[in-house]
Structure formats: structure tokens, C-alpha cells
């Protein structure tokens, strides 16, 4: 793409106390973004730790919203979402690190694929290994069971199945997308009922009312993974909470 035909492409992160990763998640983006018009915006959920502050003095370019108190992470998402003029919008975590220009990359995918609406790349540990992001629309089963029995979470999260080429999933994660913009507008951004976790599984259901949701694994970013529902009793209970939401909004408690 030239310099006059670049695409006007928009991001946010959602900060909370994130001080200590922020800069090297913006480096990353801001290094690796060379083919598309970027604008990256910082949501912050009331940090006690200064990240606004460390933002705007490292990155006067990025627009940075503070919201005063702990919003969650769809509707601290759609603070920007009034302020949005491009075409394509990045959700991103400030523990994903980019490594290639990810996005231009995704951006040229829908581009060429008019049918998709929303579309996540394969997304990698440190180490190189995978995290199995993509998933089935989540069940009760898949949640509780997969927790106790590997080969639940291993059918959950299809793996084995994501190895060819770019392929329609049914839950893409909020960790790392890139969703049109009009569409995002149109659904309304997240549904901030949901404080934190199942938000993404339910704005991906959304779109597919209306367009194909894809996995892309031939382009890769990093994500630093903390696994907080995994790791306590809190991220455990915002999680089955998000879940009765979830179950609730669609009255789907097992696959089709």
C-alpha cells in the first residue's frame, strides 16, 4: 500500500494498572503498523499505578481516555467506539506484543474477503507454542468440564482441527481481533452487561448474524498469557457470573 492509499485503521487497549507492560505492548504496535494509517487508543479503567501518565509522556500520538473507575473490559472497549473514524478496529490486550506488521496483514484478509466481518490471528506464547483461543460457542460443559478433563478443553478449543488454512470459528477471542468498524458500530461495540471474560464469545456470535468469523493461523502475534480465572478464586467467579450472563442472553446451554 502507498503512502496516499494507506487504510485508516483504529485500536484499543484496556489498561488496568498495566504500567508495567504497556510500553512494550505500544512499541510493538506502533513499530509494526507501517502499512496501515494508525491511530491507537488507551482506555484506562481508573489505574492507581500511573499508566495514563507513563502514556502520555513515552506516546503523545496515542489518544489516551481515563474513565475514573474500574469499567470492565467490553465497556471500557467502547469508550472509543464514539470516536472511531476508520475502517477496521483493533481489540488488543497490553500483554500482546506484535513481532510482523500483524495488522496490515489481517486488514488486507478482509479487504479480499468482503463475507468476513471479523477475523483473529494465530495466537502465540513466548515460547512459540499455541494458545488454543479459537473455540466452539462456549457450553456449560465445555467450562466446567474442561477445567477437569483435558480432553474437553482440547475438543472446546479444536485442537487439531486449526492447522490449514484461514477457517470460520464460532468463538474468537477479545485478546487480539480485527473487526470492521461499521459492523462494530452497528452491534454496539460489547455488551457491557458483561464485566469481564465471555464478552468476546458473545460480540463474535453477534457478528456471525451477520458475517463469517474467522481464524487466520498464517499470521501470528504474541500474547503474554495471565490466566487469571485460572490462577484465583475472583477471576473464577467473574468468570462463572459472565457465563450465567451468556447462557442466559442466548438460552443455549449445549451445542446445536
Given amino acids: 500500500m502507498t503512502e496516499k492509499t494507506k487504510i485508516p485503521v483504529s485500536g484499543c487497549i484496556v489498561t488496568y494498572n498495566s504500567a508495567g507492560e504497556i510500553e512494550d505492548c505500544i512499541e510493538s504496535l506502533l513499530s509494526h503498523t507501517e502499512g496501515v494509517d494508525f491511530h491507537l487508543y488507551i482506555s484506562d479503567n481508573g489505574s492507581s499505578d500511573g499508566t495514563p501518565e507513563v502514556v502520555k509522556r ?25 470516536l472511531l473514524s476508520s475502517r477496521y478496529h483493533v481489540c488488543i490486550n497490553p500483554d500482546i506484543r506484535l513481532e510482523e506488521d500483524a495488522i496490515t496483514r ?30 466452539y460457542d462456549p457450553t456449560w460443559w465445555y467450562l466446567i468440564g474442561g477445567r477437569l478433563f483435558p480432553g474437553v478443553r482440547d475438543k472446546y478449543c479444536r485442537k487439531g482441527e486449526l492447522d490449514g488454512g ?91
Fill in 58 to 82: 513515552r506516546f503523545p500520538q496515542v489518544t489516551v481516555l481515563e474513565n475514573g473507575e474500574n469499567l470492565g473490559f467490553g465497556r471500557g472497549h467502547n469508550q472509543a467506539l464514539p
Fill in 106 to 135: 489481517l486488514v488486507a484478509y478482509l479487504e479480499e474477503h468482503p463475507e468476513v466481518g471479523m477475523v483473529m490471528p494465530d495466537i502465540r506464547n513466548e515460547d512459540g507454542s499455541r494458545q488454543e483461543l479459537p473455540k
Fill in 166 to 256: 484461514p477457517v470460520k470459528i464460532e468463538f474468537c477471542t477479545g485478546c487480539f481481533h480485527v473487526i470492521r468498524t461499521d459492523l462494530l458500530k452497528e452491534l454496539g461495540g460489547f455488551d457491557d452487561r458483561y464485566f469481564l471474560y465471555l464478552e468476546d464469545a458473545d460480540l463474535a456470535r453477534e457478528v456471525r448474524a451477520r458475517a463469517d468469523v474467522m481464524f487466520h493461523p498464517g499470521i501470528r502475534v504474541v500474547h503474554l498469557w495471565h490466566r487469571e480465572s485460572s490462577r484465583s478464586l475472583h477471576g473464577l467467579k467473574l468468570h462463572l457470573s459472565s457465563a450465567r450472563k451468556y447462557f442466559r442472553k442466548w438460552r443455549y446451554a449445549g451445542r446445536k
